[in-house]
């Protein structure tokens, strides 16, 4: 059986790209109805579509129906949210980039990606992860300081491989901006 093609999607669904939504088409078939919202979170807060009997997450969907494929890689939320589907919050990037653009775990104290407290030092360390290893970038009297560390070693390592758009880095911003 062959997959999903975008013209088979645009047959039974439509894309606001402006909203992120996917809505029915009509149908001579029993089931949803024109215009019906489409999508069920899955465990982990993505929306997951059923078309022709085979679940797709709508992130993904969003790409074949506004490219006409299903992206090789990842799909990255840009701000983080996990249902925000509109394609404007969506980019096609390799797993290190969306890795890098993780929400910050719950078990953070900085609330910063990359900085963690020092008990030894009584300091917040700064570091960054790159192809499974950590580089210490130092220890700092704040966790914004050491915030900052991080994101001006994002600029600046060749190897981060990831635009700039992302949930730390904004985090960081607004921190500034509260100052």
């Known amino acids: 059986m062959l997959g999903l093609t975008q013209v ?33 979170p899955d465990s982990s807060g993505y929306q997951q579509i059923c078309v022709d009997g085979q679940k797709h997450t709508s992130h993904r969907l969003a790409f074949l129906y506004m490219h006409g494929y299903f992206p090789e890689y990842d799909v990255d939320h840009i701000n983080g949210i996990k249902d925000d589907n509109r394609f404007s919050n969506l980019r096609e990037v390799s797993r290190a980039c969306n890795m890098q653009n993780c929400r910050v775990s719950k078990a953070n104290t900085s609330g910063f990606s990359g900085v963690t407290w020092d008990k030894q030092n009584r300091l917040w ?55």
């Open 125 to 179: 360390r700064a570091q960054l992860y790159l192809r499974g290893k950590t580089l210490y970038l130092g220890c700092y009297d704040t966790a914004l300081d050491a915030a900052l560390a991080r994101i001006t070693s994002e600029d600046w390592c060749p190897e981060w491989g990831c635009d700039k758009r992302n949930v730390n880095r904004e985090r960081v911003f607004a921190a500034l901006r509260g100052l």
């Open 8 to 40: 088979r999607l645009k047959e039974v669904l439509n894309y606001d790209p402006e909203t992120g939504v996917f809505t029915w088409l009509p149908s001579n078939r029993p089931g949803p109805k024109r215009g019906d919202g489409v999508g069920t």
